[in-house]
Nanobody, 123 residues
Framework: QVRLEESGGGLVQAGGSLRLSCAASGRIFSSYAMGWFRQAPGKQRDLVAAITSGGIVYYVDSVKGRFTISRDSAKNTVYLQMNSLKPEDTSVYYC?????????????????WGQGTQVTVSS
């Protein structure tokens, strides 16, 4: 059984910072890509940032220059450093793991998901 455990969410004022962590445990044979997604009430789930095992990263335009994704492959852990937070970043953030190569920007291709952590940015 695979489990993804997220931590680091919370309430912060606009301009503040949070660091999300996600540790994967269980029988994961491979973790080609690890990503962070977010979903606000009534909206679709969107990819925020993702990173491959080779270190290739992707950021959605709205977070470029503010968020940084990183991973510790030995620990099967992915991080999301979020700086200069804005009220529009308020959402539930989910981490996910895609085991094998290909289409790593497509949320439907991810194999395992965390339970989500709430990030709330007040104005």
């Amino acid at each position: 059984q695979v489990r993804l455990e997220e931590s680091g969410g919370g309430l912060v004022q606009a301009g503040g910072s949070l660091r999300l962590s996600c540790a994967a445990s269980g029988r994961i044979f491979s973790s080609y890509a690890m990503g962070w997604f977010r979903q606000a009430p009534g909206k679709q789930r969107d990819l925020v940032a993702a990173i491959t095992s080779g270190g290739i990263v992707y950021y959605v335009d709205s977070v470029k220059g503010r968020f940084t994704i990183s991973r510790d492959s030995a620990k099967n852990t992915v991080y999301l450093q979020m700086n200069s937070l804005k009220p529009e970043d308020t959402s539930v953030y989910y981490c996910a793991v895609k085991q094998y190569a290909g289409r790593w920007l497509d949320d439907r291709q991810y194999d395992y998901w965390g339970q989500g952590t709430q990030v709330t940015v007040s104005s």
